[in-house]
């Protein structure tokens, strides 16, 4: 595993993690916007560390690394009913090939890869952000 990857820690906060999961939402959606957008991130906000859906509470910084905020992400999802709808297509999974888009019915988003992708952004930027500024 690279080093960007490895167990240094970094500051985070919920309105970054809210943020880029809604960006990779959209990116990993087969539709231009997923069913529920809104409704499965206000879920996921309140489900993260166990709070209120507060939008306008204090802004929460924690420290972690990648790996532990991806385990976090993920384990959220399981608690957000709305957020595993997305895992399901709506006609049925097809078999995809590298060569084969299947139709929006039958593709859904990989919650598992979504979880990677959000932790991977977040720790990117930070580690950008400690050797660049």
């Known amino acids: 595993m690279p080093d960007i990857w490895d167990d240094q820690t970094f500051l985070t906060s919920k309105e970054e993690i809210l943020g880029t999961l809604a960006c990779w939402v959209?990116?990993?959606s087969p539709y231009i916007i997923p069913d529920n957008l809104q409704e499965?991130?206000?879920?996921?906000?309140g489900e993260f560390d166990g709070n209120d859906n507060d939008l306008f509470a204090d802004i929460t910084?924690?420290?972690?690394?990648?790996?532990?905020?991806?385990?976090?992400?993920?384990?959220?999802?399981?608690m957000c009913?709305?957020?595993?709808?997305?895992?399901v297509a709506?006609?049925?999974?097809?078999?995809?090939?590298?060569?084969?888009?299947?139709?929006?019915?039958?593709?859904?988003?990989?919650?598992?890869?979504?979880?990677r992708n959000v932790a991977h952004s977040i720790t990117l930027e930070a580690k950008y952000q400690r050797y660049h500024d």
Not at 94 to 109: A, L, M, Q, T, W
């Open 26 to 28: 959209v990116r990993q």
């Open 90 to 115: 709506k006609l049925g999974n097809v078999f995809v090939s590298g060569c084969h888009k299947p139709e929006p019915d039958y593709n859904s988003i990989d919650l598992d890869a979504l979880a």
């Open 81 to 87: 009913t709305i957020v595993l709808k997305w895992n």
């Open 61 to 78: 910084f924690f420290e972690t690394n990648c790996n532990d905020l991806r385990g976090r992400i993920r384990e959220t999802f399981e």
């Open 40 to 45: 499965g991130l206000f879920e996921f906000w």
